[in-house]
């Protein structure tokens, strides 16, 4: 098992590599092993009518359900690369507070499953499940989106 402090800072020197994803100001709140969940302040991704820019929402998301598919990787011992295949997201409510997101595997997903196909065939599919809530209760916005992950040789 990995070191969660140490794997979250190289996580968030990953993220902060990445001029785009600096901009954003976002941050690596914490990661419980199979939850991660990053943060932005609302004042970086403020659109014309007050709330959360929706491509902003968009990009935390994405990044939320690589990091959380990174890290447990990591956890298992796996190099691989990560790219998103396809996603769905749904604007549910506007966002008038900071962003926040947490990720997580999809209920139905098969973790080992997914290991054993990308240990014994080189790459795997996995679908993950990430939300922004709102601060009242509810969700804001929902990502569903399937990675793939190719192993490093």
């Given at each position: 098992m990995?070191?969660?402090a140490?794997?979250l800072?190289?996580?968030?020197a ?17 990661y ?15 659109n014309?009518?007050?709330?959360a820019f929706?491509?902003?929402l968009?990009?935390?998301l994405t ?8 890290l ?16 769905t997201?749904r604007?549910?409510?506007p966002?008038?507070?900071d ?13 080992d ?8 065939r080189?790459?795997?599919?996995i679908?993950?499940l ?11 916005t ?7 992950a190719?192993?490093?040789?």
């Open positions: 990995i070191d969660h140490e794997a800072q190289r996580l968030d990953h993220y902060q590599a990445m001029p785009p994803v600096a901009a954003m100001r976002l941050r690596v709140v914490d419980d092993g199979t939850h991660l969940r990053l943060a932005a302040p609302l004042a970086a991704h403020v014309d009518k007050g709330c929706g491509g902003s968009g990009s935390l990044l939320a359900a690589w990091g959380v598919l990174h447990r990787l990591e956890d298992a011992g796996v190099d691989a690369d990560i790219f998103v295949a396809d996603s997201l604007f549910l409510a966002l008038y507070d962003l926040q997101a947490t990720a997580q595997l999809a209920a139905a997903s098969d973790w499953g997914f290991l054993a196909a990308l240990r014994n080189g790459r795997g599919r679908e993950l990430a939300q922004v809530p709102l601060a009242g209760g509810g969700i804001a929902e990502f569903r989106a399937r990675y793939v190719i192993a490093r040789r």
